[in-house]
């Protein structure tokens, strides 16, 4: 697995708007946080709520959860998100987070659309923050794909009633914000995705398990909001990528430590 840090990420940043990947035209669209913007509307601070994960513990960790099958990529028994052509990631990654919370509450892995959170906040046309997503997760909820097309930007489906019924099915019970390497570490050796923004490459995706890069150094492997490409976990589903600490280190992130429980 080829792993991007501070020696090659420049492969990955383009021209901090757009890159070309496998001959695919693809968007960078996350933006900063705005000004003024307010998290604690929506979401509490990880580290009032969870205890870190001393790094001693973390080799031991990284090895039960992959003897026990119990990584959050051993759940990512699904496709892997795909905003397509939409500068959406900050929608997409979000989406990508909460159904593979469902899926780690044991629900079924039902999948979300980007655009039923972008289109009522932007438009579904430029990029954004991965907090406005996350906050209209907490407060209003998302749509499933089968009703609103991850691609959809039509407005007309904010009011049709099927789509706004169904966002009482997904939405964020508890909502947790985190920072540092070692938050995200902890979050996921304890079982739980996490939204994660780069500012470095303009891009927000799902970090899904710390990996070991070699003794002593560890990293994040994150599945991407670009379809099948990517490396495979080993149910063979694409869409990963691996960062070491440092450049692999978010610049912002959130966490739904419990969702809503429908099967509707």
């Known amino acids: 697995m080829k792993i991007f840090d501070d020696s090659n990420f420049e492969e990955l940043v383009g021209d901090g708007s757009t890159i070309v990947v496998n001959g695919v035209h693809r968007m960078l669209s996350r933006t900063p946080k705005p000004m003024g913007h307010d998290t604690r509307k929506y979401s509490a601070k990880f580290g009032d ?45 979000t989406c990508h987070t909460f159904t593979t919370m469902r899926a780690m509450q044991g629900l079924s892995p039902i999948m979300l659309s980007p655009c039923s959170l972008a289109v009522p906040i932007s438009g ?50 508890e909502t947790l914000e985190l920072e540092g390497f070692d938050q995200f570490a902890t979050a996921v050796l304890l079982g739980f995705p996490c939204v ?28 991407n909001n670009w379809g099948h490409y990517g ?28 969702v809503s429980s429908s099967e509707a």
């Open 49 to 93: 709520r969870i205890p870190l994960i001393p790094r001693s513990e973390w080799p031991d960790r990284i090895a039960e959860q992959k003897a026990k099958k119990m990584r959050v990529s051993d759940h990512q028994r699904f496709e892997a998100t795909n905003q397509g052509n939409l500068p959406t990631c900050w929608a997409a990654g």
């Open 124 to 173: 579904g046309h430029s990029g954004g923050y991965e907090g406005d997503a996350v906050e209209y997760f907490t407060k209003h909820g998302g749509v499933r794909e089968s009703l609103w097309g991850a691609t959809d930007t039509s407005r007309r489906l904010m009011n049709d009633p099927a789509c706004v019924a169904d966002r009482e099915n997904f939405i964020s019970l």
């Open 196 to 223: 994660v923004a780069y500012d470095w490459w303009s891009h927000v995706v799902m970090a899904a398990d710390l990996i070991i890069v070699e003794r002593g150094s560890f990293g994040l492997l994150d599945r």
């Open 231 to 258: 490396e495979k976990n080993d149910a063979g589903f694409d869409g990963y990528v691996a960062f070491r600490e440092g450049k692999g280190t978010p610049s912002s992130g959130f966490m739904f430590r419990q």
